[in-house]
DNA sequence: TTGATATAGTATGTGTAGCAACTAAATGGG
DNA sequence: CCCATTTAGTTGCTACACATACTATATCAA
């Protein structure tokens, strides 16, 4: 075959994947928030005193960098963490009042960034794709 | 709007790239070649004698990333550098005999990981993913 | 009740991504 | 010809991904 490596389709949707990572992160940067410390915001924003474990479940990531993560925004006060009275291994995650608040600035830019990074593409577009990557996930998983 | 976690087309496309690095990572493990610095060797195989600045370019990222790989592929005896003798800052990647000798048991794998990936997909939908991608990535430039 | 096993989270190490500040070499204008 | 600017590459920093090995707690079974 001996394809070129701009042939390789996983290689253009990690450069896709690297430029918008770093749009976000500059995007997320004057509200002291890294991209994957904004995703377990916007989880905790939906419904907060998850466990790390649920976070890590929920993000697919490991539990390692949930961890991390999650010492982070502490360190930032967006969040504290309390041991679960019932098991006393797991700590829940709560949001702070700043935690709560920073949700009214942050999620604007969350969306805004979606509309840009889906402009121009039809809702068939957005459809398809999420199948493709879908079908992609699967052929990997089995 | 408050999109959810889920309504987000990035974060999608995030997960997926981070199972197929994390898939073809352990593929390459056994070559003792990070996915990243299999990048590199691709384009070396092409052609060799690039300069760091020349494989920055081709690949999109940062020169400090390349210059890290290229020092890795080195200690692993895969490449080797050369000052450039026309400009004395540049310095030319170079595969060495074990580097060359890499090339066939690795694109096979890479070969195989492709086929793996796009299993059940048809030439229109890879054709489209490149296309939509390619928009996401002007989205973000402009 | 106790001992094996499973689970939640932490610590550590490697590889990757990109920014900022730096060194050394090249280049171009006065 | 020399100084300012640009360019190639390195070093240091922060954040992320993931593997392995560890501690502490929970649970189940004999």
New interface residues.
């Given amino acids: 075959?001996?394809?070129?490596?701009e042939?390789?389709?996983?290689?253009?949707?990690?450069?896709?994947?690297?430029?918008?990572?770093s749009?976000?992160k500059s995007r997320l940067q004057p509200y002291n928030l890294a991209p994957e410390q904004n995703?377990v915001m916007?989880?905790l924003w939906?419904k907060d005193g998850l466990t790390q474990n649920q976070l890590s479940e929920?993000?697919?990531k490991d539990k390692t960098n949930i961890a991390r993560m999650v010492v982070n925004l502490e360190g930032k006060g967006f969040i504290e963490r309390k041991f679960c009275p019932r098991d006393r291994r797991s700590l829940e995650v709560y949001l702070t009042e700043d935690g709560r608040k920073l949700k009214e600035e942050v999620?604007p830019v969350?969306?805004a960034?979606?509309a840009?990074?889906?402009?121009?593409?039809s809702k068939q577009?957005?459809e398809?794709?999420?199948q493709?990557?879908t079908?992609?996930?699967n052929?990997?998983?089995g």
């Avoid at 840009?116 to 593409?121: A, H, I, M, S």
Wanted: proline share 0%.
């Fill in positions: 075959m001996n394809l070129r490596v042939d390789y389709i996983s290689i253009k949707l990690h450069q896709t994947d690297l430029k918008l990572t749009e976000i995703l916007m989880l939906e929920k993000l697919g999620v969350s969306e960034f979606n840009d990074v889906t402009e121009g593409l577009d957005l398809h794709l999420d493709v990557l079908k992609i996930l052929n990997i998983k």
